[in-house]
């Protein structure tokens, strides 16, 4: 009983491993449910009903969620945007984030819904509606400062992006460079007439840097074209956090952190799991008072 319930508890534990939508998994409960149903049948005494019932109970609500459930699904929005969520009946808020926002990695998405009180996912924290968890998944990000060479703030604007004049890089693409693949995105200045590249470096990936005095940190690639798309002389290098560099005309700042994306599992009905746990620590308790000898005066 007790491997059936760590099986379903699992999927609460680590909920985004998709072999638990997998016919595998499915079978596993299966198999252990059956013997089960007929030792309930056939349970005489209290403790031993109690137990078989609440492992039924686990087994029954892991596998509405192992079959049922969709895989665990990641929501990455740029900040100030909304996500509707109608698996979920709610819409996460992405909030803003400015250049301290990015760097500390605070930033928590907020669900609001028509029927209850809005529900907060922090990085790092978890929350659960129904039977879905929701987690707050930090990535790397960027908030980028762009002026021109006398210092004037240029305008950034990202046209694939819904937050169109965000100045707020979530890296979305992947491409290979040097053999290494690498978190990648892009935004224009219109004032400037440029168009630029950013890849994201992480600390490991900063290796293939070190020519650059990059080793070891977080960095971003700048590679700044034209508006035809031309590369600009001298418009490629490297910028840790809060560098400023100079190219093609443009002086960009980086600020290097974090910013939250929404995964959402499906998990079992925590209800459910919360009466067949109680149900067989009732069964314990009754097992062992039933066992204890008594004390004749």
């Known amino acids: 009983m007790a491997v059936a319930i760590a099986l379903v508890l699992a999927q609460d534990a680590f909920p985004a491993w998709p072999g638990f939508h997998t016919w595998q998994y499915a079978?596993?409960?299966?198999?252990?449910?059956?013997?089960?149903?007929?030792?309930?049948?056939?349970?005489?005494?209290?403790?031993?009903?109690?137990?078989?019932?609440?492992?039924?109970i686990v087994l029954v609500a892991g596998l509405c969620s192992g079959l049922l459930g969709p895989d665990t699904q990641i929501v990455s929005r740029s900040p100030g945007t909304v996500a509707p969520l109608p698996d979920v009946g709610a819409a996460a808020f992405f909030p803003n984030a400015g250049a301290a926002d990015i760097e500390s990695g605070s930033s928590a998405i907020v669900l609001r819904r028509r029927d209850g009180p809005p529900v907060v996912v922090a990085p790092g924290n978890r929350r659960f509606l129904s039977a879905t968890e929701l987690e707050a998944v930090s990535r790397p990000a960027a908030y980028v400062d762009a002026r021109d060479a006398r210092g004037d703030r240029l305008t950034i604007t990202q046209p694939t992006n819904p937050a169109f004049l965000s100045p707020v890089l979530l890296f979305p693409q992947q491409v290979t460079i040097g053999g290494t693949r690498l978190p990648a995105d892009g935004f224009a200045l219109p004032a400037a007439h440029r168009q630029i590249k950013a890849f994201y470096f992480s600390k490991a990936d900063s290796e293939a840097a070190r020519s650059r005095g990059m080793a070891g940190v977080e960095s971003v690639l700048f590679a700044v074209?034209?508006?035809?798309?031309?590369?600009?002389?001298?418009?490629?290098?490297?910028?840790?956090?809060?560098?400023?560099?100079?190219?093609?005309?443009?002086?960009?700042?980086?600020?290097?952190?974090?910013?939250?994306?929404?995964?959402?599992?499906?998990?079992?009905?925590?209800?459910?799991?919360?009466?067949?746990?109680?149900?067989?620590?009732?069964?314990?308790?009754?097992?062992?008072?039933?066992?204890?000898?008594?004390?004749?005066?």
């Open 27 to 56: 079978v596993a409960l299966g198999l252990i449910s059956v013997p089960l149903a007929r030792g309930l049948r056939g349970a005489a005494r209290a403790p031993a009903i109690a137990a078989t019932l609440g492992t039924f």
């Open 225 to 297: 074209d034209d508006d035809a798309g031309r590369a600009v002389p001298d418009g490629i290098g490297f910028a840790r956090t809060g560098q400023a560099i100079s190219l093609g005309g443009a002086r960009l700042v980086p600020t290097i952190g974090r910013y939250p994306a929404l995964a959402i599992s499906a998990v079992p009905y925590p209800p459910a799991l919360i009466v067949g746990c109680l149900l067989c620590a009732a069964a314990l308790i009754l097992s062992f008072t039933a066992k204890q000898p008594k004390i004749v005066s």
